[in-house]
């Protein structure tokens, strides 16, 4: 009887996680239609999405650093991180009618079993429990860098795929990831690299490599975690599935991103017959940065294809391509201006800096405006996803 008991108790833990069933997705037993948000801007701060120009998180913490100094620039991105997304923010998302939530990680963040990330991301993940909603971790800036843009926080270079220690790295970095989170049926899946590969023709030598990376790192995971969805995402920035052998996992799902092209059936159906030819789901991992009627008609041919989807960002500032809208800080121009002079000598530099009080009020108002009730919903782009 207790055997009967324990394997009934085991049945259902596995139940609960999503897992892929042909080209579908199920949760408990029925078919799931991801609709998803990414949380960008948040562990993976960008230049445009703070009114600054395309500098990534190393560029953006050195102005911080340099305006406000060392010592309240570490507690200036300790209070970003805990009030860029609150319990208020996933709240909010499930009201809106998403299901699920895309998390931009940088790998520095989980680099040991204590690291700031994971408390982050419990708790996080914690909300998203209490709301019904899955998570996705997505490791967009990897060691070493998969793609050499401002995106993955790298030094100009795809160095990840030139870099063994770099691999071992991300190997483990994901292992570590997937032994926190094994027994979570929160998480739906990982997305292992976001965007690796540019499209550039030089750097595509390294497709080759893309799939037997993923191949290393899904054995890693399922070493210590058989629950939960591979994520693999094409070469090119998501774009490219012709890297792709016939699955290797049993639970996987594949990813693509779509920006600035028609929404149209035809520009979907490389996806639609690879899709059909593999018997996979789809996960359309990141799209926006466009027009209303043009997010309403993309998420109509995703939802009229049954292709899961993740639109692209959930908050920036002074741009309503956005579920919500930050307000320029006050001083904010003042910041932005000396953010974008060449570098110059040291002694000029000290006199283009803007006054230390402005630069105090404008970071402690970045941190009051950043917060979900401070922001401007624009209802307009949550009608053309969610209708």
């Given amino acids: 009887m207790r055997f009967l008991v324990l394997i009934l108790l085991l049945t ?3 139940s609960a996680y999503v897992h892929t069933k042909g080209p579908v997705l199920v949760a408990n037993g029925q078919p799931l239609q991801i609709r998803g948000i990414n949380l960008a801007n948040w562990l993976v701060p960008e230049g445009y999405m703070l009114g600054l120009k395309n500098e990534g998180p190393r560029q953006i913490e050195s102005l911080i650093t ?8 570490i507690d200036f991105w300790r209070q970003y991180r805990d009030s860029y997304i609150t319990e208020a923010d996933i709240r909010f998302i499930h009201d809106s009618g998403f299901n699920a939530i895309r998390v931009p990680l940088h790998y520095k963040f989980f680099e040991t079993d204590d690291a700031e990330g994971f408390r982050l991301l419990d708790r996080l993940t ?3 429990a209490k709301y019904n909603l899955y998570v996705i ?7 070493g860098g998969q793609t050499g843009s401002n995106i993955d926080d790298s030094y100009g270079y795809q160095w990840l795929f030139a870099s063994e220690p770099s691999q071992r790295a991300t190997i483990a970095l994901w292992k570590r ?8 049926p929160t998480i739906l899946g990982y997305d292992l690299l976001n965007e690796p590969i540019p499209s550039f023709p030089p750097l595509t030598l390294y497709n080759p490599q893309l799939e037997p990376l993923y191949q290393q790192i899904t054995t890693a995971i399922r070493e ?7 994520i693999l995402g094409g070469a090119q920035w998501n774009s490219n599935f012709d890297v792709f052998a016939p699955p ?9 991103h779509y920006y600035w092209k028609p929404p149209t059936q035809a520009a979907m159906q490389p996806y639609l017959s690879f899709r059909a030819r593999h018997k996979i789901p789809l996960l359309m991992g990141e799209s926006g940065e466009n027009t209303n009627a043009w997010v309403q008609d993309f998420a109509a041919l995703m939802e009229s294809n049954h292709i899961g989807w993740a639109y692209w960002p959930y908050k920036k500032m ?7 809208t930050i307000a320029p800080p006050i001083h904010w121009k003042e910041i932005t201006r000396f953010a974008a002079r060449k570098p110059t000598t040291d002694d000029k530099r000290l006199t283009q800096r803007p006054p230390q009080e402005h630069i105090r009020e404008a970071l402690a108002d970045l941190l009051v405006k950043i917060r979900l009730e401070n922001t401007h919903v624009n209802q307009g782009y949550l009608k053309a996803l969610i209708h």
Avoid: K, Q, S
């Fill in 12 to 14: 259902a833990c596995t």
């Fill in 66 to 73: 340099e305006l406000a100094g060392p010592t309240d620039a």
């Fill in 126 to 128: 914690a909300w998203a």
């Fill in 137 to 143: 971790p997505d490791l967009h800036c990897a060691p």
């Fill in 177 to 184: 990831i997937a032994t926190h989170y094994r027994n979570n």
């Fill in 224 to 230: 210590t975690d058989t629950h939960h969805i591979i």
């Fill in 248 to 256: 290797f996992d049993a639970n996987t799902m594949y990813t693509f």
């Fill in 318 to 324: 002074g741009n309503a391509a956005a579920v919500t």
